[in-house]
């Protein structure tokens, strides 16, 4: 069974840009959800998609966007990128909202 | 108060010893709770579940889970150094349903 695929691995982005991330869940799993990864701020949640509607919000600004496709896959965006948008982003899928959560291999975001 | 807190170590341990990894949570309406192993550079790797109180043993490791003090632990016999890593705990909130990670506690087993 296929585990969770984010796409791409790394990214290198200039400030002011925006970025699209890529997460495809493990098949048969509805829930997704993003977090972002910083040596500071440990693992911070973003949001949690399920059935294609956004359930959860964590405490980040409106330039952090997201949202899940029919096929469970879900994207997440972040635009007008600042330097402090460096970090790791990964992204769990589960059965359900309340369920074991399991992570993909992460997107490394650097914004120069 | 944080939603989960966790000592952020490091705990030393040395090989063949038992680590002990402590959790304390807020929401006392949680019901489902977790134990996270992340390697450097890596993603976190999901080890153990728990949702009733007492414990819950597979190989090397127990989780401990009481809900009347909010406290949840993570047991890790006979440690190893590949078992060196951060640990991190997590609960899923009772109202909102967000899985909350606590800032996990980086354990190192030295040969």
């Known amino acids: 069974k296929a585990g969770v695929t984010q796409t791409p691995r790394y990214l290198i982005k200039t400030r002011g840009q925006q970025v699209t991330l890529s997460c495809s869940p493990i098949?048969?799993?509805?829930?997704v959800s993003w977090y972002q990864q910083t040596p500071g701020q440990g693992l911070q949640f973003l949001f949690e998609?399920?059935?294609?509607?956004?359930?959860n919000k964590g405490n980040f600004p409106g330039r952090f966007s997201g949202r899940q496709f029919s096929n469970s896959r879900s994207e997440m965006n972040v635009s007008t990128l600042e330097l402090g948008d460096s970090a790791l982003y990964l992204c769990?899928?589960?059965?359900?909202?309340?369920?074991?959560?399991?992570f993909g291999q992460g997107t490394r975001l650097t914004v120069v | 108060q944080k939603e989960v807190e966790q000592n952020s170590g490091p705990l030393s341990v040395p090989e063949g010893a038992i680590a002990s990894l402590n959790c304390t949570y807020s929401?006392?309406?949680?019901?489902?709770f977790f134990w996270y192993r992340q390697y450097s550079g890596k993603s976190p790797e999901l080890i153990m579940s728990?949702?009733?109180?007492g414990d819950k043993e597979d190989g090397r490791f127990t989780a401990q889970l009481n809900k009347a003090s909010q406290y949840v632990s993570l047991l890790i016999r006979d440690s190893q150094p590949s078992d060196s890593a951060t640990y991190l705990c997590?609960?899923?909130?009772?109202?909102?349903?967000?899985?909350?990670f606590g800032q996990g506690t980086t354990l190192q087993v030295k040969p």
């Open positions: 769990a899928s589960s059965l359900t909202s309340n369920t074991e959560a399991f």
């Open positions: 098949s048969g799993h509805r829930s």
């Open positions: 998609y399920f059935s294609e509607t956004q359930r």
């Open positions: 929401d006392r309406g949680s019901q489902s």
């Open positions: 728990i949702y009733s109180n």
């Open positions: 997590a609960v899923i909130g009772s109202n909102t349903g967000k899985l909350i």
